[in-house]
Nanobody, 115 residues
Framework: QVQLVESGGGLVQAGGSLRLSCAAS????????MGWYRQAPGKQRELVAH???????NYADSVKGRFTISRDNAKNTLYLQMNSLKPEDTAVYYC?????????WGQGTQVTVSS
């Protein structure tokens, strides 16, 4: 059974940085594009960054230049380095395949950016 477990969230001031991690069990990781999604209160979940199995990355305009997605296939771990954080980045962050599979959603990790 595949599990995705996110960690690394927290409370940070605007302009600060956080690094999120997503540990994947099972065999999905190395063969799939993976992504970081986020859901802010009252808003729909959105894809903010994704990376192919070959390492090609893509970002939402709202995070481009501030966030960096990476993956370690040997460790089955996905990362999101978030710099220059803004209050509008406040959300629960999730990892999943791209496109997502509903049965892979985990608990997510809360990121709160104070102004």
């Amino acid at each position: 059974q595949v599990q995705l477990v996110e960690s690394g969230g927290g409370l940070v001031q605007a302009g600060g940085s956080l690094r999120l991690s997503c540990a994947a069990s099972g065999t999905i990781f190395s063969i799939n594009a993976m992504g970081w999604y986020r859901q802010a209160p009252g808003k729909q979940r959105e894809l903010v960054a994704h990376i192919t199995s070959g390492g090609i990355t893509n970002y939402a305009d709202s995070v481009k230049g501030r966030f960096t997605i990476s993956r370690d296939n040997a460790k089955n771990t996905l990362y999101l380095q978030m710099n220059s954080l803004k209050p509008e980045d406040t959300a629960v962050y999730y990892c999943n395949t791209v496109p997502f599979r509903y049965y892979y959603w985990g608990q997510g990790t809360q990121v709160t950016v104070s102004s």
